[in-house]
């Protein structure tokens, strides 16, 4: 189908499954915010996540064909666009185009290989074991995830790891989030700037938003 | 004044190229580009040596033939300008100028800074028309065309097809270039009967010509000569969306 092969289709495609990880990431720090309201607030959160059954598969299900679909295209897309520029200027210069822009296929594979450090980490809960939530004593006969959580971050090599991979989205984001607009057909001429600002304003809230997490514990700021 | 020039040098579309410095002396202030390059090119062949090879055609920035890169920026670093209406009081004495062929895999190098445009000219082939019956000139109200949209189509319709956009590209998209055509004529009571196939068939052409994705970075704006916005690819994507959804005809 031409969705799936056409130069256009597979931008849209890029831009649809996007903006739906960042609906993704939008519920997530919603949840994860809940660890300032104290150990109650997110081993709440966490235990109705649990609660969901057989809906959470459902969710991992949707998330893995968006990622699939959103990775897949991005590095393809990359891998002929680099063919169809082979020769560089003596004298390389652009005028418009941003960091971020030009590096999002590498911030995309930096928050790939996060990804799955991260599920290996808070999800399956093998890389630190000692601190998993699993063999940590219940709370009220849930799991402590806030325990885990602090924990984990209290090392600082895990914390770095999380502050890294939030540099990349917020790099991968700022180009990102404006760009669906232009690539979903809605921006206008006088509008373009206005949405570009707006889009590196939602990555700048989301990243700072997300490295607080990692950075207030490092801080001892929640303990 | 006096510049030294690294020019591109390459015998023919198989041979490898390399950068060439010639001295530029005693250059006018008040000399386009071109003809700055016509004296260097005078100095070459009087001395019995292979003059530099380059597109040109009018000369006053309208035809599109001028396809130079000039310190890394298509036509040179004065907005919207092409190379042969850049002149040299853009320029200080002593400068050292790189000149550089338009880089695409879709733009073959044919001699020095020569480039194959044919692929620019199949994308227009695919589509880049509308079909009408020939015969008498219409009248003049025949299709009321509101000022607004006049100014927009004709807006789109500036674009003179050098491939600055192409040239400028980070990912060598000619998504510009094809939009202009394609908002152009969607815009227009002439050209919307065949919107659906033209998006399609040119956006195809696009990529069959080896022209690479446009990931939305904008450098094709910020170099085009005549200054053709991005938002014509934000139509022409608006276009191909309007494109998939279910045709009355059952096209």
């Known amino acids: 189908m031409n969705l799936f092969t056409s130069t256009v289709g597979r931008k849209i495609l890029m831009a649809v499954t996007g903006l739906m990880l960042v609906g993704f990431i939008t519920v997530h720090l919603l949840g994860n915010l809940s660890i300032f309201w104290g150990a109650d607030a997110i081993n709440a959160y966490a235990k109705h996540l649990h609660d969901l059954g057989p809906l959470v598969w459902i969710f991992r299900l949707v998330m893995l064909c968006l990622f699939a679909i959103h990775i897949t295209f991005g590095v393809q897309l990359y891998l002929e666009n680099k063919a169809a520029n082979p020769e560089p200027y003596a004298v390389q210069k652009t005028l418009v185009t941003t960091f971020s822009a030009k590096t999002m296929v590498f911030t995309g594979l930096i928050i790939l290989a996060f990804l799955i450090y991260h599920l290996l980490h808070f999800t399956v809960q093998v890389t630190n074991p000692d601190i998993s939530a699993h063999n940590l004593p219940l709370v009220d006969g849930h799991l402590d995830v806030f325990t885990m959580v602090v924990m984990s971050f209290q090392k600082v090599f895990i914390a770095i790891i999380y502050l890294i991979a939030m540099v990349a989205l917020f790099l991968h984001l700022s180009h990102g989030v404006s760009s669906w607009v232009q690539t979903l057909g809605w921006s206008t001429g006088p509008s373009q700037d206005k949405v570009t600002a707006l889009g590196k304003l939602v990555a700048i809230v989301y990243g700072l938003a997300y490295i607080a997490i990692p950075l207030f514990i490092l801080a001892h700021i929640v303990k | ?251």
């Open chain 2, 1 to 251: 004044m006096n510049l030294t020039l690294h020019v591109w040098r390459q015998k023919g579309p198989q041979a490898k190229g390399k950068l060439e410095t010639y001295q530029a002396k005693n250059v006018s202030p008040d000399q386009s580009f071109l003809e700055m390059l016509d004296e260097v090119n005078d100095d070459l062949i009087k001395s019995g040596k292979d003059p530099i090879a380059f597109d040109h055609d009018c000369r006053e920035g309208i035809c599109g033939m001028c396809s130079q890169v000039i310190n890394g920026r298509p036509h040179g670093h004065e907005e919207r300008t092409t190379v042969c209406q850049l002149h040299m009081r853009q320029f200080n004495d002593g400068d050292e100028i790189f000149v550089e062929p338009w880089r695409a895999k879709a733009f073959p190098i044919q001699k020095d800074l020569i480039v194959d445009r044919s692929s620019l000219d199949a994308i227009m082939q695919s589509g880049g028309y509308t079909s009408c019956h020939t015969g008498g000139v219409p009248d003049g109200n025949t299709f009321p065309i509101p000022k607004p949209v006049a100014d927009y189509a004709m807006d789109a319709a500036e674009c003179i097809g050098c491939g600055a956009c192409i040239a400028a590209c980070p990912n060598s998209s000619a998504m510009l270039y094809t939009s202009a055509k394609v908002a152009q004529l969607a815009a227009l009571p002439q050209g919307k009967p065949e919107a659906r196939k033209r998006v399609k068939a040119m956006t195809e052409a696009l990529l069959a010509e080896g022209f690479g994705n446009c990931t939305n970075h904008y450098e094709c704006e910020a170099a085009c000569p005549k200054g053709i916005s991005v938002k014509f690819i934000a139509k022409l994507n608006r276009e191909y969306l309007k494109s998939m959804m279910p045709s009355s005809l059952g096209e």
